[in-house]
């Protein structure tokens, strides 16, 4: 894989893409827009951590056509933006490329070939299908990602913590495609694990996620004043342990109880989930991909979820009282909304 391109070099996307272009193993490009584009044009890739400051040239532009067809293409984007860059993105596919999303929640593929949930598309994540059409499932690598970054200003990357990322097919099990990922991935510093099934790590990753960010962002609270809440802690318990079965349900069983996981998040300490920082910076919430999606899931599998239904009822509205979240989103096909 030596043809990479970042399509979203944000947060994430610009960690990725700094350290691939640090470790020169393979040829590192961006599509990008905006104030980004020109950071990234002047600057090039910039990356601030705990040992220091490094820099390197970047390839970018903001057309697809004039980048090319890649080996490999990183998706790092809110999902709130993934349909439009889905559209965009053609010119970089060729008939082996790999396509490996870095993002938050419930991907559009997770319930490809699955026949559990009954219609496949998931329309909370992929509304009439837009994404699926554009990036066959084929191509996919699922990607769970367990590191920290910021923006402090356009093009340059705070890196804050952690550097794990698990990756697998998207239909399961192994392949050398995905270890040619891990091993460029590797090659950048990264602690990258391959998954069989990646969906149960997505699962996961998901069932710690679900309540922690909605819950920060309509309280302003951190993560220890979450748990340090009684009230709070076992409302979040009650949201998990209906997710729980609806993993069950899914092939992606979950081993913990709420406690064990509220345990391990507690280590984080004083710390913002990615959208409380969002809410604060009035940028568009990543609550269908994380909430509404599970919201869903419930329904079509007729799982009870009272306490999730809640969580994203009043998540939602307190984002679209401030514009961060689109009056006019239908609820997902299949999903009971009495608002």
Aim: glycine share 10%; hydrophobic share 45%.
């Amino acid at each position: 894989m030596k043809r990479v391109c970042i399509v979203g070099a944000g947060a994430i996307g610009g960690l990725i893409g700094a350290r691939l272009a640090l470790a020169g193993h393979a040829e590192v490009r961006a599509l990008a827009r905006g104030v980004t584009l020109q950071a990234l044009r002047k600057h090039g890739w910039r990356l601030r951590t705990n040992t220091g400051f490094q820099q390197v040239s970047a390839l970018v532009s903001d057309s697809a056509a004039q980048l090319g067809v890649q080996d490999l293409v990183i998706i790092a984007v809110k999902g709130t933006a993934l349909a439009e860059v889905a559209d965009q993105i053609g010119p970089l596919l060729g008939q082996d490329t790999v396509v490996l999303p870095a993002m938050n929640g419930v991907p559009w593929w997770f319930c490809h070939d699955l026949a559990a949930p009954g219609e496949s598309n998931l329309n909370s994540v992929d509304p009439g299908g837009r994404i699926t059409a554009a990036i066959d499932t084929g191509r996919v690598l699922g990607c769970v990602v367990h590191a920290s970054a910021s923006v402090p200003e356009p093009g340059l990357i705070e890196h804050r913590m952690g550097l794990g990322l698990i990756i697998g097919e998207a239909r399961g099990g192994y392949s050398e495609r995905a270890s040619r990922a891990q091993a460029l991935l590797a090659q950048a510093g990264f602690d990258v694990s391959l998954s069989e099934d990646i969906r149960q790590d997505i699962w996961y990753k998901l069932w710690g996620n679900l309540t922690m960010n909605p819950v920060s962002a309509i309280t302003g609270a951190t993560i220890d004043r979450v748990l340090d809440d009684p009230l709070v802690r076992e409302f979040c318990s009650a949201a998990m342990r209906e997710a729980a079965v609806i993993g069950e349900r899914l092939g992606c069983p979950i081993a913990q109880s709420p406690e064990d996981r509220h345990a391990v998040t507690a280590k984080l300490g004083t710390f913002k989930t990615s959208m409380l920082q969002d809410v604060e910076a009035g940028r568009a919430v990543e609550l269908d991909a994380i909430v509404g999606a599970v919201h869903e899931l419930g329904a079509r599998l007729r799982c009870p979820t009272p306490n999730i239904d809640a969580l994203f009822g009043l998540t939602r509205l307190f984002a679209r009282v401030r514009g961060l979240y689109p009056d006019d989103r239908a609820t997902p096909t299949g999903a009971s909304d009495a608002s």
